[in-house]
């Protein structure tokens, strides 16, 4: 059966047997109360038919066929994972699988799979493989200098690009830039800053590593935390950044575990390479007692780590109330630019933020003067059930204590190392930059049960990274979906071609948890092509939270609708929250906010995709930073002042696009031709207005408008056609 081939069922079924279905047959009904309420949703006429192969599945004799098991174990492991929801997914992909197998015809079949073959993605990059490129692989410890030594040699070039995985590492490295008086642009998924100072041309651009531009050809680029091309979710976005970006010195920068793989791609990729190794700066001490859940022992400088966003604030609540000082906390969904005011905070010896508190978000873009690294835990829920923090992940982490330098010392000195294209040998072990007092890092827990885990990590070594990350190209899922009617749902042509899909042993395919879910809520939507269906499932949408799910829809509406795109016409926008007076420490409020936030960031993202729709871009980035403020201040337990006024922060939106002389046709756009200026509890703030609403976040950008390629996200096949970019 045709139909049953189509599931993703990765494990060996020599061992499956119909005892295992006859022993979960108490979920039975279940299937068959899922399979009423699909058929309600669905309503076709071979849906029947369909439910009598799935009977039939269950009711044969002793010895079933391969393909029944595989379903028939599909099925059970979705329930045993995702409950009730997973298998009604699993049916609907069923479904559609059924009713391939009964619609293609062979040659269909053979057509498919040879565009499902992505076996050589090498290929993909046709211009960069013209080229004879040299790659320098740093590689050591989290603070071993690996990211200093290439960004001197970045600044030593002619062009340049550096590519980094969060938006706070490409902000700082164009921050670093332009104070240098090297002009660099900044590009992000949600925002593009052009260099500070004035110059005709600008040949160096910070980005974060899914918006690098492949067709672009530049002297050197930096790839950072390399050993994120293994990532389940992200890694294609470092496997096209190394196979594509045009550079004659490619800067790879990352973890001992990549060297094997990234050998093996250097080789396939007809390039050379030279290995860099790195020592740690400052030494690192996994202490041999733990806090015993005391807190009165903690100290200045001390960072608890915390897995949950919901222990993340209790832990801040208890240690404040302990020590009768605030407490600096730092964790994944907080904003970028209130992670680093939060860090600020930290770092600053002047006031009383002696003591972080931060989930694992603190091992990557932030420079800390953390002393002391404290693990409450060594396990952590993945969504499905609780595992094991890696090694990696612990060892990471725990690298952040006695940083060797902050960013504010290195502020205050220069210091000169040789340049990494003439002096290095391949295999050389590289000093420190300058010479300091190291700073001792200390790592222990909270709990006594969980020291010795950690120490055990501190003593190992991770698995090397065996595979790079793959997601098929843009141009493969668009010939891909060709093949079905308007009506298949996109999820189910991204799970088929996930699973038709054929690979080379050196690279995995991508999760497409995220993928699906995005796709199957915006499936309801009239009038979106592939192609903005395609773009959708690449945005930050953060579709795990569900306050989410209706302003993702509205955002999708005006897409298929090319109209209402303005940020006061999405009633799913949340922007009464603006002038909600939240008690004191209400956690409730604060999600409010941060899920406010990331709303308006997914609005950003689109507007640079669809900026005919969604043309109100300077008012959201003004939007935006207010809401910063908000989660600024919910987290300082600062109470907002109340307003005096007698408009709501949306009125006072509203009015800013207001002519200040009325005129006749309300929908001329010469109304935000003007600087306009807006009040919030009756202080004046500046609001950038311009044409276009392509302004900078409380600025009015005076400077040419960057001009981007940005069109379909996903990876790059064709680069004299594509340039794609993904998600931040």
Not at 698 to 715: C, F, M, N, S, Y
Request: some cysteine; proline content about 5%.
């Amino acid at each position: 059966m045709e139909a049953l081939q189509s599931h993703r069922v990765q494990a060996s079924n020599d061992s499956f047997t119909l005892g295992v279905a006859s022993g979960n047959r108490q979920f039975l009904p279940t299937i068959i109360e899922e399979l009423g309420e699909v058929q309600k949703k669905i309503r076709e006429p071979d849906f029947e038919a369909f439910r009598q192969s799935i009977a039939s599945a269950f009711n044969q004799s002793a010895k079933p066929s391969r393909e029944t098991a595989q379903f028939v174990k599909s099925l059970l492991q979705s329930f045993n994972e995702q409950g009730r929801s997973g298998l009604k997914t699993e049916i609907k992909y069923a479904y559609h699988g059924y009713l391939a197998s009964q619609r293609f015809s062979r040659s269909n079949l053979q057509d498919q799979a040879r565009i499902a073959d992505i076996r050589y993605p090498v290929e993909w990059y046709p211009a960069t493989r013209q080229m004879q490129r040299t790659i320098h692989l740093h590689v050591g410890p989290t603070n071993s200098g690996k990211t200093y030594h290439a960004l001197k040699r970045l600044e030593q070039a002619q062009s340049g690009l550096y590519a980094g995985p969060l938006r706070l590492l490409a902000h700082e490295v164009y921050t670093r830039l332009n104070a240098r008086g090297i002009p660099c642009n900044l590009i992000t998924g949600d925002e593009r800053q052009l260099a500070v100072a004035e110059a005709e041309d600008v040949n160096m651009t910070s980005c974060t590593v899914e918006m690098v531009p492949v067709n672009h050809a530049v002297d050197v680029a930096i790839i950072d935390e390399i050993q994120m091309i293994g990532h389940e979710e992200r890694g294609w976005a470092w496997t096209q950044a190394v196979m594509g970006l045009k550079a004659k010195e490619l800067h790879l920068c990352g973890e001992e575990r990549t060297v094997p793989l990234i050998r093996e791609l250097a080789a396939a990729m007809g390039d050379s390479l030279q290995i860099h190794h790195y020592q740690r700066l400052s030494p690192l001490k996994t202490m041999s007692a733990s806090l015993k859940g005391d807190l009165s022992k903690l100290k200045k400088g001390d960072c608890v780590v915390a897995f949950s966003k919901i222990q993340i604030h209790r832990l801040k609540e208890r240690i404040e109330f302990r020590t009768r000082k605030p407490v600096a906390v730092v964790y994944g969904s907080l904003p970028p630019e209130v992670r680093a005011q939060q860090a600020g905070l930290f770092n600053d010896p002047n006031n009383d933020y002696d003591i972080l508190v931060a989930s694992d978000a603190v091992g990557m873009g932030l420079n800390l003067s953390i002393k002391r690294m404290i693990f409450t835990t060594v396990s952590k829920f993945n969504g499905r059930t609780t595992v094991p923090i890696e090694i990696s992940q612990i060892k990471q982490i725990a690298g952040r204590a006695g940083r060797y330098r902050t960013a504010s010392q290195a502020a205050d000195r220069e210091t000169s190392v040789d340049e990494l294209s003439g002096s290095e040998a391949k295999g050389a072990k590289v000093s420190p930059a300058v010479s300091s007092p190291p700073n001792l890092g200390l790592v222990t827990t909270f709990d006594r049960d969980d020291l010795s885990s950690v120490q055990t990590a501190m003593e190992s070594q991770a698995d090397p990274i065996m595979s790079a990350g793959l997601f098929p190209p843009v141009d493969v899922l668009v010939r891909f979906a060709a093949y079905f009617p308007p009506s298949t749902p996109f999820s189910y042509i991204l799970h088929r071609l996930h699973s038709k899909s054929i690979l080379h042993p050196r690279f995995h395919l991508c999760s497409l948890k995220d993928h699906l879910q995005i796709a199957d809520t915006i499936e309801p939507v009239r009038n979106l092509t592939i192609s903005d269906r395609i773009i959708f499932c690449a945005s930050p949408a953060g579709i795990k939270d569900e306050t989410l799910r209706p302003v993702l829809r509205a955002f999708a509406n005006c897409v298929g609708s090319k109209t209402g795109g303005g940020i006061l016409d999405i009633k799913a926008l949340d922007l009464g929250l603006l002038d909600v007076q939240s008690t004191t420490g209400s956690r409730n409020h604060l999600q409010r906010l941060e899920s406010l936030h990331k709303a308006l960031i997914l609005y950003l993202w689109l507007s640079y995709r669809f900026a005919g729709v969604f043309n109100t871009q300077a008012m959201a980035f003004y939007v935006k930073k207010l809401v910063e403020e908000r989660i600024q201040q919910a987290l300082s337990k600062v109470a907002n002042e109340k307003s005096k006024g007698t408009f709501t922060t949306k009125r006072i939106l509203q009015k800013s696009l207001e002519p200040k002389n009325p005129a006749p046709d309300k929908t001329d756009d010469s109304r935000f031709d003007d600087e306009q200026s807006l009040t919030s509890d009756h202080k004046p703030l500046p609001f950038p207005g311009n044409p276009d609403g392509r302004g900078v976040t409380g600025q009015t950008t005076k400077k040419p408008e960057a001009r981007l390629d940005v069109t379909i996200p996903g990876p790059t096949t064709d680069q004299g056609s594509l340039n794609r970019g993904g998600a931040p």
